[in-house]
């Protein structure tokens, strides 16, 4: 989605944007929809070591297979440039390592997109080696947060340059009142909503935000929380590949979640609601009265200014990136990580005092204003564009 709110900007009488991706899917039609030439290349493959994902712990068996795959991951790369011959190529995430070499290999510029952060690993040497094809072959590179920029080039250099994230104010627009989705979902204009945006995943916290919901429902018992994602992935498969993924505890945090969603009491579990995934996010955060955010690890909060945009608090972990997106006690509220009874706190001094809720919501988009504008920061990324040129 940032990628597209970027290639939306570009003024195409001067541009001509071709995107490739490694996957078909939903994302191909969306590009596609807009009229921009879009390509997937199955034969290349990213290589992932961020703190979202990172071939380590339960994942270190496809740390080999992603090595082997590198090579010819650069050689159908390299294939793609020559085919195109783009006067710059734009990389949209720190795991397209392959791509990063491809594109040194046949002498174009290199505009590299830092989205998340680089994980430590075991003993650094996976971060180190992005650490230095990115110092190779960038000509520029672009850090969505401070956090970002920390992790793939220490101590700065000037080439990099953080342009935060950022929103359409017309999408995501505060006078929506969210009554569509509020029918859709069975909930009366009264009930108060909690929404967390991303379904069940580690790095997202969900497991934090179900433990926290006895202490939020035996404070706010008609409150409501919303997790806009499909709910845990049934764990029964048989035969030896549910085995082996047994072995390797390849679901143990969707088994999780869902035991500690049978363990929950009967008005807590009420209170949950599951929506599978939607394309409506301006619809649910503006039913909402405030959006969580629990993550375990650090890494850029979408849904905080999406909610900013629209008015709407936050109440996210103290972690890197979210820590730079809101401002503790002014734009929402800040907690330990893993720390269900302070999530729960912070929901509900949201939920219980409306008036700190609207002030909180209007600083948000103040702040979200002058941050995270669409128009603004895309300007600031082709801005990079027409130094290279």
């Keep these: 989605m940032s990628l597209l709110y970027l290639l939306q900007k570009l003024d195409r009488s001067r541009y001509e944007p071709v995107v490739v991706t490694l996957k078909d899917g939903p994302v191909v039609d969306l590009y596609r929809a807009e009229g921009i030439e879009t390509h997937v290349e199955r034969r290349a493959t990213d290589f992932s070591h961020t703190t979202l994902e990172w071939y380590g712990g339960r994942d270190l068996w496809r740390l080999p297979g992603k090595l082997v795959g590198i090579p010819r991951s650069i050689y159908h790369l390299r294939r793609i440039v020559k085919k195109f011959e783009p006067d710059i190529v734009h990389l949209n995430s720190s795991t397209l390592v392959s791509a990063a070499i491809a594109s ?15 994980h430590s690993g075991y003993v650094g040497l996976r971060r180190a080696w992005i650490r230095k094809v990115a110092a190779q072959t960038a000509c520029r590179l672009v850090a969505i947060c401070q956090n970002d920029a920390d992790q793939i080039m220490p101590g700065g250099d ?43 995943a580690e790095p997202k916290g969900t497991l934090t935000l ?13 409150a409501r929380v919303i997790v806009a994602g499909p709910p845990p992935r049934p764990l029964d498969e048989g035969g030896v590949k549910g085995m082996v993924k047994r072995l390797l505890g390849v679901d143990a945090y969707q088994k999780a979640v869902q035991r500690a969603i049978d363990a929950l009491p009967e008005e807590a579990r009420r209170a949950l609601i599951f929506t599978g995934i939607r394309r409506d996010m301006p619809d649910v955060i503006a039913a909402s009265s405030c959006v969580v955010f629990p993550s375990s690890v650090p890494h850029f909060a979408r ?6 945009a629209m008015g709407v608090p936050a109440v996210a972990s103290d972690l890197g990136g979210p820590r730079e997106l809101i401002v503790d006690g002014k734009t929402g509220l800040l907690v330990p ?37 669409a128009e603004r920061n895309a300007t600031a990324t082709v801005a990079l564009y027409e130094e290279i040129i």
């Design 104 to 118: 040194k290999l046949e002498s174009r510029p290199v505009v590299w997109h830092i989205r998340e952060p680089l």
């Design 158 to 200: 000037p080439r990099l340059r953080i342009v935060y994230n950022f929103v359409h104010f017309n999408m995501f627009d505060r006078s929506l009142t969210g009554s569509t989705f509020r029918e859709e979902v069975g909930l009366n204009p009264d009930t108060p909503i909690v929404a967390m945006l991303g379904g069940v």
């Design 210 to 222: 179900i433990k926290a919901l006895p202490a939020l429902v035996d404070q706010v018992p008609d």
């Design 303 to 308: 849904p905080v200014i999406e909610a900013a």
């Design 337 to 373: 990580p893993g720390d269900p009874q302070r999530l729960a706190a912070a929901i509900v001094e949201i939920l219980c005092n409306p008036t700190t809720a609207r002030r909180m919501g209007e600083a948000a988009y103040q702040r979200a204003l002058n941050l995270f504008d």
